[in-house]
């Protein structure tokens, strides 16, 4: 079973607008974390945002915000305010944190455009 | 802001040699990783690394690959006798502690094993 599913490979979002990717994820661990990765097309992948699982509040870090529905098994990335250089490929991953499990779990994807 | 570094960039190389990908983990960091990603696909891990000695590895990661910390900033991968389908592009980690704690990725090395 996909640990980390992502259902948009592909979202279109007009400059200055907010923009929602989703991510669900299935773990049966209580503790673990949640990232949201951004590679743009030079190939290099950023770190944008982490959530812990046991985090009440949701985790932002500036334009970036996570919103982490735990009951639903969901962590969507809200960018606010998209610029040109938003347009990239956003990867949520997950990590389990029960075990001497260290790697993440990725998603597929989603590819963002923005248009001026 | 300390940061992954990866050489080469991109590599081409002959099906059946051998590659080694190399990598500098941020200084105070104690655990390393290798990902891939074949192009258009997810990325897909390979093996962390902590403490002298792989802690974990995918079935990706079969006799064929190998990793070392040569001295004390160096971590690589070898590839002794590449395929064709092991053209990807490879990442290195690194993370301070293992558990939840973020792992930041290098540029990457684009392999094409023609």
């Known amino acids: 079973a996909q640990k980390i599913t992502q259902t948009q490979p592909g979202m279109f979002v007009q400059e200055k607008e907010a923009v929602t990717l989703d991510c669900t994820y299935d773990?049966?661990?209580?503790?673990?974390?949640l990232f949201w990765y951004k590679q743009p097309s030079s190939g290099e992948m950023i770190f944008l945002i982490y959530?812990?699982?046991?985090?009440?509040q949701n985790a932002t870090e500036g334009r970036y915000s996570l919103n982490f529905q735990k009951a639903r098994k969901s962590a969507n990335l809200v960018i606010s305010a998209s610029q040109l250089g938003d347009s990239a490929m956003y990867f949520c991953?997950?990590?389990?944190?029960?075990?001497?499990?260290?790697?993440?779990?990725f998603g597929a994807g989603t590819t963002v455009t923005v248009r001026a | 802001e300390p940061e992954v570094t990866q050489t080469p960039s991109h590599q081409v190389t002959q099906m059946g040699q051998e590659v080694i990908l190399r990598c500098v983990p941020i200084?105070?960091?104690?655990?390393f990783y290798w990902y891939r990603q074949i192009l258009g696909q997810k990325v897909e891990f390979l093996v962390s690394?902590?403490?002298?000695?792989?802690?974990?590895k995918s079935e990706i990661f079969d006799d064929q690959f190998s990793v070392e910390r040569p001295d004390g900033s160096n971590f690589t991968l070898k590839i002794r006798s590449t395929k064709l389908e092991d053209s990807a592009m490879y990442f290195c980690?690194?993370?301070?502690?293992?558990?939840?704690?973020?792992?930041?990725f290098g540029p990457g090395t684009r392999l094409l094993v023609l």
């Open positions: 200084s105070n960091h104690l655990y």
């Open positions: 959530q812990g699982s046991y985090d009440e």
């Open positions: 991953a997950m990590r389990e944190g029960s075990s001497n499990d260290y790697k993440l779990s």
């Open positions: 980690a690194s993370s301070r502690q293992g558990r939840l704690e973020t792992q930041y």
């Open positions: 690394f902590y403490n002298n000695e792989i802690s974990e």
């Open positions: 773990t049966s661990d209580q503790s673990y974390g």
